[in-house]
């Protein structure tokens, strides 16, 4: 079963940005739709963007025009370029297929306070 690794997430003042990275051990990762995802305290996890392989993109409306996902297929490597965080930003954020395929990985911590 394909392996997930996410980095890129820490503490970070509202307005400030972040690059989230997700290393994904799939054999067929170039074919796949990919999605980045969040769960705040307390809240449900959350779709908040995704990528086709042909690298067309959605957004929640939450994140649209802040936030960026990209895709490095040599690198099985999915990318979310966020910018203007917001205090309600602040989740622990994830990486998976869609629909999601893959064991869910330990997520990186995103905090956004002043």
């Known amino acids: 079963q394909a392996q997930v690794v996410e980095s890129g997430g820490g503490l970070v003042q509202p307005g400030g940005s972040l690059r989230l990275s997700c290393v994904v051990s799939?054999?067929?990762?170039?074919?796949?739709?990919v999605a980045w995802y969040r769960q705040a305290p307390g809240k449900q996890r959350e779709l908040i963007a995704d990528?086709?392989?042909?690298?067309?993109?959605t957004y929640a409306r939450s994140v649209m025009g802040r936030f960026t996902i990209s895709r490095d297929n040599a690198k099985n490597t999915v990318y979310l370029q966020m910018n203007s965080l917001k205090p309600e930003d602040t989740a622990v954020y994830y990486c998976?297929?869609?629909?999601?395929?893959?064991?869910w990985g330990q997520g990186t911590q995103v905090t956004v306070s002043s």
């Open positions: 998976n297929s869609r629909p999601n395929t893959w064991a």
């Open positions: 799939e054999r067929i990762f170039s074919r796949l739709t």
């Open positions: 990528i086709t392989d042909t690298r067309r993109t």
